[in-house]
């Protein structure tokens, strides 16, 4: 019996490098955004809240899609 030679083993595709993702350009990368909250009948604003991008969900990158 002869030792059959060993099929080659598959060469995983190394994935090239991403790009940097473009960082999100409703919160500018920071994945919050600060959004006024306004009371009342008269919409009175009463200060800020923070809450998250939804553009990005909060990753603070671009959507590529
Ligand atoms: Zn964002």
């Known amino acids: 019996m ?3 030679k060993k099929p080659p083993a598959r ?27 306004r009371v ?7 200060g800020q809240q923070t809450g998250l991008c939804l553009a990005c969900l909060g990753s603070g990158h671009a959507a590529t899609d």
């Not at 060469?11 to 920071?30: F, L």
């Open 11 to 37: 060469r995983r595709k190394t994935a090239a490098p991403k790009p940097e993702p473009a960082p999100c350009r409703t919160c500018k990368g920071s994945g919050e955004v600060s959004r006024t909250v």
């Open 2 to 4: 002869t030792a059959a």
């Open 40 to 46: 009342g009948r008269k919409q009175r604003p009463v």
